[in-house]
């Protein structure tokens, strides 16, 4: 059951992950997750190529590790060049930390899927926010193209 407060914390979380805009495979502790990429079958509309389906999910899992464990530098280079001074505002303290608005305790990436010229990975993720006894789970969708001959992280959004 969704109360009112849980509901409005869910929507400034939301909120938040949403101003970023840009950002932020496995965790020792995945949410449950019902995982689905080029391996599980998908449309030749979304296929994405096995190579390719490697290097964007390593992208996001090398990302994950990198929130997860508190190292803004590490997360910060793998955020496209065009958007990281947006990213930085947004994300860092004046310490040069992520902001202490939410930790990430655990995800899981659980699909990747061509979107044009860019390919669209999802992750499920656990996160706790600060005051909150009780983690939520959300899934976010990170839009990842190409730079120069490797992958980086575009836009970083929740999944409504």
């Not at 995800?107 to 926010?129: H, L, M, P, S």
Request: with cysteine; glycine share 4%; hydrophobic share 45%.
């Amino acid at each position: 059951m969704i109360t009112r407060s849980s509901r409005t914390l869910r929507y400034a979380l939301v909120a938040a992950l949403a101003t970023l805009g840009t950002a932020a495979c496995d965790s020792s502790n995945k949410p449950e997750a019902s995982p689905t990429s080029a391996s599980a079958s998908p449309s030749p509309a979304t296929a994405v190529q096995p190579a390719v389906d490697e290097a964007v999910r390593g992208v996001v899992s090398a990302y994950l590790d990198a929130v997860e464990s508190g190292d803004f530098e590490q997360g910060h280079l793998l955020i496209c060049a065009d958007v990281r001074e947006q990213y930085d505002a947004v994300a860092k303290t004046n310490a040069g930390t992520f902001g202490p608005r939410f930790t990430l305790t655990a995800y899981a990436i659980t699909e990747t899927r061509a979107a044009g010229a860019t390919v669209e990975v999802r992750a499920a993720q656990k996160v706790t926010v600060a005051g909150r006894p009780e983690p939520m789970k959300l899934t976010i969708a990170y839009t990842m193209a190409r730079a120069a001959d490797s992958w980086c992280i575009a836009q970083e959004l929740p999944v409504l």
